[in-house]
């Protein structure tokens, strides 16, 4: 699946008239926005007047939860690469939709987000839901701000996209007074400067590809962003023509399909705990790499790092790595791997870690066909498996049940898979189901949950169900908190806060709002009860009860 850039759409140009909601809807839709994710509120009634009055009528998804809303918008934004957008109302419909917006800043989504605001024509008098809205999302935000000009809503919203689908992509958060949304203006906008160029710097391309030459036990590690930049393709060429093992996380995850000779997720620890040299490509150097500490193991130094990022701010500065790329990310591989030439002995440590990867491949089968009763989580995976598509979208909320789905499912193809990203927020589910069943309409979406992560979401499949949009859900219901049971009892001997009721019914939950569902406590019943689902055509829940002793084992604790 070739995954060329998305193009950016000219800012728009022309003359806008009618109330404020009409000239964002008009400006939203210029930037290729064909939804609009909300709930319900007086706020901002003008937008979605403005959404459904003019041909073709924008979608409108009204959800049960801001959240969710919020949530909608950024798997939109992660799966086409464009900005999705949410509408809330003001106040609390704001408040509720921070943390979605958090978790768009730290993945790197782009996401517009419109909020309601009290009127400025009796700001200070104590109105309904009166709250200065933008500080509290400029932390998480490229840019918070009120618009206070009916005739200036239309321009803002054209910055809103413009910010949110540039590099390093992101949310971006305007309110606007109701009163400003209702009145009526005309406008003329005239466009906008041209973006700044993005071709990396030559020599930083040059010094990269020296060290990549140089080395003896290199690796590659493939993040979001190189989906999001519109590189998955330029990326899996590059590795190719180079010949060296790849790491994928989050969205760069199907960049190299499972199977593929030179990913090497299944011996991760061996390639990042003994590489000599790791280039690491559009994520970040947090806690799920180390903090960029590699090598180290069985003996071997410490490794260098090159860190190749879409845009210059994205660079680590708490360590210095022996390189630095910023700018397009195909532009980027496209030059280290053209300039590039790999030692024998990289070659070699090339069938190392495909033997190590292929071995580990072959031990998880005894896992993955557990007979066990409770049911070994494991389990799961080795018959969804089975039964995915090549272009399956594949969505985890959770803790511990979806650190199982991160061993042992491997996309196909990248943009295929979803997750909170290192923000780890729960509640995600239902917002990124929506957005897969619409952006992707003859995908198979399956969503994969814990039961501490169903509590967060789970009134949502009735907005699946309103808006027919079917969806598998999986949850792994083990009647605890897993991440946090395992380490309490680790630290004290004793753990609190950290109980579930056991084999609660979420099926019968999903069932009482319109959709299917089953309980399932028999491995044997998982693959039938799986083939159910997504023969369903409804929102359905395959409720899995899994062995609460069964953990997943875990290295770090993200801290």
Not at 22 to 44: C, K, N, P, W
Not at 237 to 250: C, D, F, R, W, Y
Not at 494 to 505: G, H, K
Request: proline content about 7%; overall charge negative.
């Amino acid at each position: 699946m070739s995954t060329p850039p998305v193009p950016e759409p000219a800012p728009f140009t022309g003359r806008l008239s009618g109330h404020g909601g009409s000239h964002a809807v008009e400006v939203a839709r210029h930037h290729g926005i064909d939804t609009m994710f909300t709930l319900s509120g007086g706020h901002v009634f003008p937008l979605y007047d403005g959404a459904v009055k003019p041909e073709p009528v924008m979608r409108l998804v009204d959800v049960r939860h801001e959240q969710t809303a919020v949530f909608a918008a950024e798997g939109i934004g992660k799966l086409t690469r464009r900005a999705g957008l949410a509408v809330v109302t003001a106040g609390p419909g704001v408040t509720n939709a921070v943390s979605g917006v958090a978790t768009a800043r730290f993945s790197g989504s782009p996401l517009i987000l419109v909020g309601g605001r009290a009127p400025d024509s009796r700001w200070g008098q104590g109105l309904l839901q009166e709250l200065d809205q933008p500080p509290l999302l400029e932390p998480v935000t490229k840019r918070a701000w009120t618009v206070h000009d009916t005739a200036g809503i239309g321009a803002a919203v054209d910055e809103a996209a413009r910010l949110a689908n540039g590099a390093h992509r992101g949310p971006v958060f305007l309110d606007v007074p109701m009163d400003r949304l209702y009145d009526q203006a005309e406008t003329e906008l005239k466009g906008a400067p041209e973006p700044a160029d993005r071709s990396p710097d030559p020599g930083r391309v040059s010094e990269a590809a020296r060290l990549l030459s140089e080395a003896e036990r290199p690796v590659l590690v493939y993040g979001s962003d190189v989906w999001l930049d519109g590189a998955a393709q330029t990326a899996r060429e590059a590795a190719e023509a180079l010949g060296v093992p790849v790491i994928t996380n989050g969205q760069g995850r199907g960049v190299l399909p499972g199977g593929h000779p030179l990913l090497a997720n299944r011996a991760r620890g061996a390639a990042l705990g003994r590489a000599d040299l790791v280039v690491v490509v559009g994520t970040p150097l947090d806690f799920r790499l180390g903090h960029g500490l590699f090598g180290g193991k069985d003996g071997y130094p410490l490794a260098k790092v090159v860190h190749v990022a879409d845009s210059a701010e994205q660079v680590t500065d708490h360590m210095t790595p022996a390189a630095a790329v910023w700018g397009d990310l195909s532009a980027a591989l496209r030059g280290i791997a053209d300039a590039a030439r790999l030692t024998a002995a990289a070659a070699r440590w090339r069938t190392e870690i495909a033997e190590a990867a292929h071995a580990a491949t072959a031990a998880d089968a005894e896992a993955l066909a557990s007979g066990a009763d409770p049911i070994h989580p494991a389990r799961i995976y080795g018959e969804l498996n089975r039964l995915l598509d090549d272009d399956a979208v594949v969505i985890g909320d959770g803790g511990d049940f979806v650190s199982y789905a991160g061993k042992y499912v491997e996309p196909k193809h990248a943009g295929q898979w979803l997750d909170p990203g290192p923000f780890g927020c729960l509640g995600t589910a239902m917002g990124y189901s929506i957005a897969a069943r619409l952006a992707r309409p003859s995908a198979q979406v399956v969503t994969l949950m814990g039961d501490g992560a169903a509590g967060f979401s789970l009134m949502d499949v009735d907005t699946l169900v309103r808006h027919r949009l079917p969806v598998v859900m999986v949850c792994g219901n083990n009647g605890i908190w897993g991440l946090e049971k395992a380490p309490m009892q680790m630290l004290y001997g004793y753990d609190v806060a950290a109980e579930l009721s056991p084999q609660t019914r979420y099926d019968e939950v999903v069932r009482a709002l319109g959709g299917g569902g089953e309980l399932v406590t028999d491995p044997e019943e998982i693959a039938p009860a799986l083939r159910r689902a997504f023969d369903s055509g409804v929102p359905y829940m395959v409720n899995i009860a899994t062995d609460p002793e069964n953990v997943y084992p875990r290295k770090t604790m993200g801290v």
